[in-house]
T-cell receptor
Framework: GIQVEQSPPDLILQEGANSTLRCNFS?????LQWFHQNPWGQLINLFY???GTKQNGRLSATTVATERYSLLYISSSQTTDSGVYFC?????????????FGAGTILRVKS | DTEVTQTPKHLVMGMTNKKSLKCEQH?????MYWYKQKAKKPPELMFV???????INESVPSRFSPECPNSSLLNLHLHALQPEDSALYLC???????????????FGPGTRLTVL
């Protein structure tokens, strides 16, 4: 099956700083999503982005499908951005919804 | 409305108990999923239902029994669980787009299960 790797595993930021999280995947994909998991376990959709670039407020994401990676940018970080960020992908030409998650990036934003 | 609801929020059960987890969505999605997440690990897919039919079972032990009684509801029946089954159980739903296509999966808040 598809392999999904995320980096860095841990990240500590001062409030107001910017950051970039990376997701590498081992095969062509038809589904790639970024999630934020809050301390209560809720997985919050950030982006559905199998290719291209999207922006939502202080967050943006870019997926370069031909090079098999995706980036999540967080600008002007806030303490509420803390939590675990997961990238998940589904391999193209398989059943499109069989998501495989990366190990996650634990983000801590300090005030 | 992109809400998936799950009940109960927390569940404690003994190894001889039978219990059920419930998931509901009203987005008209025809694909529904169960994931299991152990502490400090990513979610792992357990089952996929497509149009109320089981389409993927990721070699899950038979003590976990899924059921999809209609297009809005998904249950996970639990019987004779082990302490190592303690985890966060997440339900998700999406449009069913068939082989080779995909759409956003929306997750519920999860049920935190403890098996004593």
């Amino acid at each position: 099956g598809i392999q999904v790797e995320q980096s860095p595993p841990d990240l500590i930021l001062q409030e107001g700083a910017n950051s970039t999280l990376r997701c590498n995947f081992s095969d062509s994909v038809n589904n790639l999503q970024w999630f934020h998991q809050n301390p209560w376990g809720q997985l919050i959709n950030l982006f559905y982005i199998p290719s291209g670039t999207k922006q939502n407020g202080r967050l943006s994401a870019t997926t370069v499908a031909t090079e098999r990676y995706s980036l999540l940018y967080i600008s002007s970080s806030q303490t509420t951005d803390s939590g675990v960020y997961f990238c998940a992908a589904a391999r193209n030409m398989e059943y499109g919804n069989k998501l495989v998650f990366g190990a996650g990036t634990i983000l801590r934003v300090k005030s | 409305d992109t809400e998936v609801t799950q009940t109960p929020k927390h569940l404690v059960m003994g190894m001889t108990n039978k219990k059920s987890l419930k998931c509901e969505q009203h987005m008209g999605h025809r694909a529904m999923y169960w994931y299991k997440q152990k502490a400090k690990k990513p979610p792992e897919l357990m089952f996929v239902y497509s149009y109320e039919k089981l389409s993927i079972n990721e070699s899950v032990p038979s003590r976990f029994s899924p059921e999809c009684p209609n297009s809005s509801l998904l249950n996970l029946h639990l019987h004779a669980l082990q302490p190592e089954d303690s985890a966060l159980y997440l339900c998700a739903s999406s449009q069913d787009t068939g082989r080779g296509r995909a759409d956003t999966q929306y997750f519920g808040p999860g049920t935190r299960l403890t098996v004593l």
